[in-house]
């Protein structure tokens, strides 16, 4: 790991004491659905983007969410976890991504739909996934705003924002300037934060998922075909879906469920 990323990361403050309760509660599989919901209450902001998402037509429930229960029922407890762990990484982490020309909402906006397409699509192909896969979805992008406060107290901004308009490779320029990708900070970024070691794992290898022990190849692989269908550096476009067509057929998974996932996300 570059050293400049090395101290950024190891300066970083840790999370919210609810997060650690959340992510608890999580974890036990004797723990209830009201259990979480008391948590999630205390959490105002947590308890606005919840409500907020569960009525968007993003994720495509059927009826109107009125209170936390009845989100945290509909959405699980993997995905109520990335929820809290993405408004976490919002409050403690300074957030400019002009360097890779990214508004903070655009990547909010991105890192949402990563969650919805997954959601959509691998609640269809093995559930037991999602533990892992929900909250993972949610976080790809966190690696990017580590490099991009870096790269603006380095005054590299403008140089790295140009190659990146010049490269085919977002993941190349990253690599160019830091020696790691983005994927590789964010895993750096989770374990500093003692996050579960196979979401970790998952993480860093969602560029590169033939790379990653057999065991976490399965959940890279996934977080690999969302991203490139729905990019962070450019619009969702059938070129982008395609590509992430040609890796569903590659893995031998269900063209349809993702056809299908990919439809409904559009549709939203």
Request: proline fraction near 4%; charge should be negative; hydrophobic fraction near 40%.
């Amino acid at each position: 790991m570059n050293k400049e990323l090395e101290t950024g990361i190891k300066s970083l403050p840790p999370l919210p004491e609810s997060v650690g309760k959340i992510q608890a509660i999580c974890n036990n599989p004797d723990a209830g659905i009201g259990e979480l919901a008391a948590v999630v209450e205390k959490d105002p902001m947590l308890t606005a983007n919840l409500l907020k998402a569960a009525n968007s037509p993003l994720y495509g429930f059927s009826r109107e969410i009125n209170n936390i229960t009845q989100a945290v029922s509909l959405f699980g407890m993997a995905t109520v976890k990335g929820f809290a762990l993405a408004s976490a990484v919002r409050t403690t982490m300074k957030i400019d991504l002009s360097p890779y020309g990214l508004s903070t909402e655009n990547f909010a906006n991105v890192s949402q739909k990563h969650n919805a397409l997954m959601m959509h699509w691998y609640k269809k192909v093995d559930s037991s996934m999602m533990d892992v896969l929900s909250p993972a979805s949610f976080l790809l992008g966190v690696g990017k705003i580590v490099i991009a406060n870096k790269l603006l107290e380095g005054g590299k901004d403008k140089e790295f924002l140009q190659k990146i308009k010049e490269s085919k490779s977002v993941s190349d320029v990253e690599d160019e300037f830091f020696g790691v990708d983005s994927a590789d900070v964010a895993a750096a970024v989770f374990d500093h934060w003692r996050f579960e070691p196979d979401l970790v794992e998952a993480i860093k290898f969602s560029n590169e998922p033939k790379k990653a022990d057999s065991d976490i190849q399965k959940y890279a692989l996934a977080l690999n075909i969302v991203k490139t269908a729905v990019p962070f550096h450019s619009p969702s476009s059938e070129e982008t879906r395609n590509k992430a067509m040609d890796l569903v057929e590659e893995s031998k998974l269900d063209k349809e469920l993702f056809k299908a996932a990919i439809t409904k996300l559009e549709d939203s």
